[in-house]
Every structure is written in C-alpha cells, then in structure tokens.
C-alpha cells in the first residue's frame, strides 16, 4: 500500500497524519496543524460546503448494483459514510 511505504520512508522526517474527516469533524485539529507548523494559531474557516444531502442510495442511479459490487470489499465502508 503505498500509505505505508510513504510513513515508513518518511518515518525519520518529523510528520502529521492528518485525515480530512479530522478536519471536518474536529475543529480543534486544525490548531493542532498551525502548531505542528509553527503557525499563529488562527481561526480557520472554508468556504466549502456540502451540497448534497441524504443517503446515497436515493442519490446513485445503480444503487443496486454498486452496493452489490462493493460489498465485502474493503470499499464497503464508503457505502454508509455520510459525505
């Protein structure tokens, strides 16, 4: 996995794991960034936004076919994560 071939090449480099579901749901994590970079700690905000809502599967055409193809795959869990 090439995950883990980055952490353990750059196992000696001074490094932040960093998940962007972090990011969204834990608004402390940002700071902890600044931080880690020697940053001023600021209050950080995106002009992103979610822009559908609602289960997947009343969004997906195939919902079908793609919750069939991806199940028992290590892709499953993507079938229930709220985006």
Known sequence: ???????EYFNSTRHMVLYYEDLVTNHTKL?????FLGLPQMELTSGQVKILKGPLSD???NWDD?????????YERFLHADY
Do not use: F
């Open 1 to 7: 996995m090439a995950v883990v071939r980055a952490l």
């Open 66 to 74: 793609v919750n069939k193809t991806l199940k028992g795959t290590k």
């Open 59 to 61: 969004l997906v055409n």
């Open 31 to 35: 700071k902890d960034v600044q931080e």
